[in-house]
């Protein structure tokens, strides 16, 4: 279960003070996909940043209970080491041993665990961030655009793996994304983050079933144009 509360969070800089999120309130339940949208710049990675607890300058307060997993944006693996000694230097004392053949297995990446991050395309990168996110058989599960400049069929099997962790698993899972249609399958509920400074300008319960899906796809698209718009250019990664 994870249950946030931003009151405010402001940034200092050259002796200014500049709100960027204002009265955000959601909670994510065990087993839950929740996405987060916004339009560039709109404060999703602060937010996250928030949840994950690496930034605690702010108003309000944050309750997460288990354990976190966490996905960043770029993948962040250790370059000295190799895949598998990547996943094992997150588990800590008192997490299980994780499988590690089964996770690089579940993320795609099958007998990768001895290479080292040089040898992995950005995509193979992604894949190993998000099986050592899941090494500690997290309880929340917290993901700063995970899909980002990967191919659809890429980000629909990675998509996959999240939505199966949180059903089998239990996992309260938030994301950040820019590509709608990439979580349409397997999210709950979307939360949009729009103004300066950033509120929650909506909170939508996604309905079950493909054809309601696609209606609630086109409400979200006429209340919230930016959400059709793709926020990089990068090529898309294998």
Known sequence: MLDVRIVRKAFRRNGEVRPVLHDIGFAVAAGEVVALFGPSGAGKTTTLRIVMGLDAEFEGHVARNGRLGAMFQEPLLAPWLTVADNLRLVVTEGVPPPDIPMLLAEAGLPGAGRRLPREL?????????????????????????????????LAGSLAAVIRARATRDRAAVLLSTHDLDSVLAITDRILVLSGHPATLQADVTLPAGATARLAARGDLLAAFPFLARTETTASPAK
């Open 121 to 153: 395309s950005l995509g193979m990168a992604r894949r190993a961030a998000l099986a050592r996110a899941l090494a500690v058989a997290p309880s929340v599960l917290v993901m700063d655009e995970p899909f980002v400049s990967l191919d659809p069929q």
